[in-house]
């Protein structure tokens, strides 16, 4: 197991997602039980199912310095930005430790491909248009040269993609970076959007639901595909004592399937570990636990698998039922509700499930539930088995 690390503060954060922009609409949302998911009527052909869109995305082009950046995943990336003060967080990050000194690790699963797909319907003689014939959204660090450029950071950049752990992985290689001397804070989060890949691609896996995702329902029948921006600011826990902090992560790949979790849940339980034993606690002292609930039949199978570890008094729950698989983005988001849990005592409900799998049952909240959170967990794991656990707590009063 590996030794436990110096916790680091989380100074800022926002979410904007099929709920709303902003911290304030998600916890409104997920108190009154509010879903974001409405018919599909986004896809370029038609496709039955319920997604989980981000609304005015298309009303916000981007300012005109970053006009070589413009794209529908670097708008969401905007906006996001926008909430909360996080950009302004950045730029005093920036200032207090000079622009080298902060880093920037961001995951996405398909940046800003739903370009590329534009640029290929409109191929001219073989040619992108002239409108999209520009390097900059044509590769999956796009997001992340847009976003270093949008806040001034000049530190370490990188991108992480690793299906639907990449944003939750991106908390985890921001702590080695800092642990490490290279940088003194970090920005992380992740920002996917829906595009035709995605939507197609799932559903030629005969993974999405048509009527909406149901996670860790005995009637489930697959996933509802959604878009977010998400992002944190990681510094050294001096910076901010009474900041909610990030206490530990664990990861680890499967290696067994190229799309299914390992059966018996083995890899997903090696991250868990992991991230207890960087944090230094034991799970008798997890409060709630944000699952990664795909609401497919494998991977809540396998998650369910992990739950005994927790005592009885404990409290679980899937919000994908809300905003839809934002994909990459889905880690940075869960992590940001998982805050939101600790920061106000409330313990979001399972949305979608009315007959929970029995495996799973006794930690399930099906309703809202107020309680005093100390210690929150949230579960990434990813498409073929990437599997990442990170573990949140409380900072110190004021």
């Given at each position: 197991m590996p030794?436990?690390?110096?916790?680091?503060?989380?100074?800022?954060?926002?979410?904007?997602?099929?709920?709303?922009r902003?911290?304030?609409?998600?916890?409104?949302?997920l108190?009154?039980?509010r879903?974001?998911?409405?018919p599909?009527d986004f896809?370029?052909?038609?496709?039955d199912?319920r997604?989980?869109?981000?609304?005015?995305?298309?009303?916000?082009?981007l300012?005109?310095?970053?006009?070589?950046?413009?794209?529908r995943?670097?708008?969401?990336a905007?906006?996001?930005?926008?909430?909360?003060?996080v950009?302004?967080?950045?730029?005093?990050a920036?200032?207090r430790?000079?622009?080298?000194?902060?880093?920037?690790?961001?995951?996405?699963?398909?940046?800003?491909?739903?370009?590329?797909?534009?640029?290929?319907?409109?191929?001219?003689?073989?040619h992108?248009?002239?409108?999209?014939?520009?390097p900059e959204?044509?590769?999956?660090?796009s997001?992340?040269?847009?976003v270093?450029?949008?806040?001034?950071?000049?530190?370490?950049?990188?991108?992480?993609?690793?299906?639907?752990?990449s944003?939750?992985?991106?908390?985890?290689?921001?702590?080695?970076?800092?642990?490490?001397?290279?940088?003194?804070?970090?920005l992380?989060?992740?920002?996917?959007?829906?595009?035709?890949?995605?939507?197609?691609?799932?559903?030629?896996?005969?993974?999405?639901?048509?009527?909406?995702?149901r996670?860790?329902?005995?009637?489930?029948?697959?996933i509802?595909?959604?878009?977010?921006?998400?992002?944190?600011l990681?510094?050294?826990?001096d910076?901010?004592?009474t900041?909610?902090?990030?206490?530990g992560?664990?990861?680890?790949?499967?290696a067994w399937?190229?799309?299914?979790?390992?059966?018996?849940?083995?890899?997903?339980?090696?991250?868990?570990?992991?991230a207890l034993?960087?944090?230094?606690?034991?799970?008798?002292?997890v409060?709630?636990?944000?699952?990664?609930?795909?609401?497919?039949v494998?991977?809540?199978?396998v998650?369910?698998?992990?739950?005994?570890?927790?005592?009885?008094?404990?409290?679980?729950?899937?919000?994908?039922?809300?905003t839809g698989?934002?994909?990459?983005?889905?880690?940075a988001?869960?992590?940001?509700?998982?805050?939101?849990?600790?920061e106000?005592?409330?313990?979001?409900?399972?949305?979608g499930?009315a007959?929970?799998m029995?495996?799973?049952?006794?930690?399930?909240?099906?309703q809202?539930?107020?309680?005093?959170?100390?210690?929150?967990l949230?579960?990434?794991?990813?498409?073929?088995?990437?599997?990442?656990?990170?573990?949140?707590?409380?900072?110190?009063?004021?």
């Amino acid at each position: 197991m590996p030794a436990r690390i110096e916790p680091l503060a989380i100074t800022a954060a926002s979410a904007t997602s099929a709920l709303g922009r902003g911290l304030a609409a998600h916890l409104d949302a997920l108190r009154n039980g509010r879903s974001g998911l409405a018919p599909n009527d986004f896809s370029s052909a038609p496709l039955d199912c319920r997604i989980g869109r981000v609304a005015g995305v298309e009303d916000a082009p981007l300012p005109a310095p970053f006009a070589r950046w413009e794209c529908r995943n670097n708008r969401l990336a905007w906006l996001g930005l926008e909430q909360d003060g996080v950009r302004a967080a950045a730029a005093r990050a920036v200032e207090r430790y000079g622009a080298t000194r902060v880093a920037l690790v961001l995951g996405t699963s398909t940046a800003s491909i739903g370009a590329t797909e534009a640029a290929y319907r409109r191929l001219d003689h073989g040619h992108f248009p002239d409108d999209l014939r520009r390097p900059e959204i044509h590769t999956p660090h796009s997001l992340v040269a847009f976003v270093a450029a949008a806040t001034g950071i000049g530190g370490p950049a990188l991108t992480i993609s690793t299906a639907c752990s990449s944003s939750a992985k991106a908390f985890a290689s921001a702590e080695r970076l800092i642990r490490l001397g290279l940088v003194d804070a970090a920005l992380v989060g992740g920002v996917d959007t829906l595009c035709d890949s995605v939507l197609f691609g799932f559903h030629s896996l005969a993974l999405v639901s048509r009527t909406g995702c149901r996670p860790f329902d005995l009637g489930r029948d697959g996933i509802s595909i959604g878009e977010a921006a998400a992002f944190a600011l990681l510094e050294r826990v001096d910076a901010a004592p009474t900041a909610p902090r990030l206490a530990g992560y664990g990861e680890s790949s499967d290696a067994w399937h190229m799309s299914t979790p390992q059966p018996d849940g083995r890899g997903a339980l090696a991250a868990l570990d992991a991230a207890l034993a960087r944090a230094g606690i034991h799970s008798d002292a997890v409060d709630y636990i944000n699952l990664h609930g795909t609401a497919t039949v494998k991977n809540d199978e396998v998650e369910a698998k992990l739950l005994p570890r927790f005592p009885a008094r404990a409290r679980a729950s899937a919000t994908k039922g809300f905003t839809g698989h934002t994909l990459g983005a889905a880690g940075a988001l869960e992590a940001v509700l998982a805050l939101l849990a600790i920061e106000h005592g409330f313990v979001p409900p399972s949305l979608g499930c009315a007959r929970p799998m029995p495996e799973a049952a006794a930690w399930l909240a099906l309703q809202p539930e107020v309680r005093r959170i100390e210690v929150a967990l949230s579960n990434s794991f990813g498409f073929g088995g990437n599997n990442t656990c990170l573990v949140f707590t409380r900072g110190e009063p004021a």
